[in-house]
């Protein structure tokens, strides 16, 4: 475990080190290497990691995700040893939400060839109309980015993807994008409630006075707020708030998903903020 003092004065970094448990009745965290640490106020910002569907656990050594750095470099080591061999990659991208259409245009955009399998009827239906969803169907259509729609993906093996349908492939990869699931394990352990994050009022606060949370793992009032805006405006709230510098409760910002996909520009709508 690694400790960096200096980077403020009344700030204390530990890398490399995981927490395991929450001793509440003792506000202590454990840590798997050193520790405990003693806590008059103890903020959860886990995050998030992958979710995966159920029907797909079973095929787990078989395709890949992307949700953090070292998914990253593997996606890009598989990548560039297929470049090598002169082959251009094909994908399949599962998931034709809004990190499954950025992730199929980012490998578009790299010269690769992509296929996304989508279970809904329409791109980005969480946060784009109708009418731009079409019109995200026609860019990539133009651009030449395959899209199959209400595809329940079933099995993945050796690069064969397996639908309700039929078996497509075999591809040069599978890469899973099918949303996010907030890391609750460690709050549900400490008897914390946990619906699909940690429940928090309007304060971030959980239902032990002593524990917040924010950022993708906090459920505020039955709803979850994953993106970078809301996000922000938590932890300086939050911040505010422990300096008692606030009163009142955190209040979303307005805010609308910024959706990054090359070449293509959302036509005027209201879009949707759901989470």
């Not at 506000?27 to 029907?55: F, H, M, N, W």
């Not at 010269?111 to 279970?119: A, L, M, N, P, Q």
């Not at 955190?250 to 903020?273: D, L, N, Y």
Request: proline share 6%; charged share 25%.
């Amino acid at each position: 475990m690694k400790r960096f003092d200096a980077l403020a004065p009344a700030l204390r970094v530990f890398a490399n080190s995981e927490a395991f448990r929450i001793d509440r009745e003792h506000q202590r965290l454990l840590l798997a290497e050193g520790g405990p640490l003693d806590y008059e106020v103890l903020i959860l910002a886990t995050g998030s990691e992958a979710r995966i569907p159920p029907s797909l656990w079973l095929s787990r050594p078989h395709f890949l995700t992307l949700n953090n750095l070292g998914d990253l470099l593997t996606l890009r080591r598989r990548r560039e040893k297929m470049l090598a061999a002169g082959r251009k990659p094909h994908w399949a991208v599962i998931g034709g939400g809004l990190i499954g259409c950025e992730l199929a245009s980012d490998l578009h955009k790299a010269g690769d060839e992509v296929t996304i399998f989508h279970r809904e009827a329409r791109l980005i239906e969480l946060q784009l109309t109708e009418v731009q969803s079409q019109a995200l169907d026609a860019h990539f259509a133009a651009v030449g980015v395959r899209r199959r729609y209400n595809e329940d993906v079933r099995r993945i093996h050796s690069g064969v993807v397996l639908t309700g349908h039929d078996e497509i492939g075999p591809f040069d990869g599978v890469i899973v994008s099918t949303g996010f699931a907030p890391r609750v394990a460690l709050a549900k352990e400490a008897g914390l409630a946990a619906a699909r994050g940690i429940v928090v009022n309007g304060y971030l606060r959980t239902a032990d006075p002593s524990i917040y949370a924010v950022g993708d793992v906090a459920e505020v009032d039955g709803r979850l707020y994953p993106f970078v805006s809301p996000i922000r405006s938590q932890a300086l709230w939050l911040a505010e708030h422990l300096e008692r510098r606030t009163t009142g409760a955190w209040t979303p910002p307005p805010f609308k998903p910024v959706i990054k996909i090359h070449g293509f520009k959302v036509p005027e709508a209201a879009a949707s903020q759901a989470a």
